[in-house]
């Protein structure tokens, strides 16, 4: 059984920051990939940021140079730093990791239950 957890949501002005973290659980093998989604009411969920187990990352062009996506590998966590948060950032937020557990050789694709960050203007 692998969960993740996420946590940090909320609510906050625009221009303000907010820090998300999402914590891996379970039977891990290994972690290839985390990343940060997000679905805004009647919109597609679309990927914020991605960090693989190299530590490179890339981010969607509309939160580039304000959001910073991080990993600490050792607690499977992944963070996404949240600043000048503008009201178009408002959406459910949803962390995936694709991984390997133990004992199989299969790379599934996991979800959190997702955090709300609401950015009142």
């Known amino acids: 059984q692998v969960q993740l957890v996420e946590s940090g949501g909320g609510l906050v002005q625009s221009g303000g920051s907010l820090r998300l973290s999402c914590a891996a659980s379970g039977s891990i093998f290994s972690i290839n990939r985390m990343a940060w989604y997000r679905q805004a009411p009647g919109k597609q969920r679309e990927l914020v940021a991605a960090t693989t187990s190299g530590s490179s990352a890339n981010y969607a062009d509309s939160v580039k140079g304000r959001f910073t996506i991080s990993r600490d590998t050792d607690k499977n966590t992944v963070y996404l730093q949240m600043n000048s948060l503008k009201p178009e950032d408002t959406a459910v937020y949803y962390c995936?990791?694709?991984?390997?557990?133990?004992?199989?050789?299969?790379?599934?694709?996991?979800w959190g239950q997702g955090t709300q960050v609401t950015v009142s203007s």
């Open positions: 995936n990791a694709l991984l390997r557990r133990s004992g199989s050789d299969y790379v599934g694709s996991y």
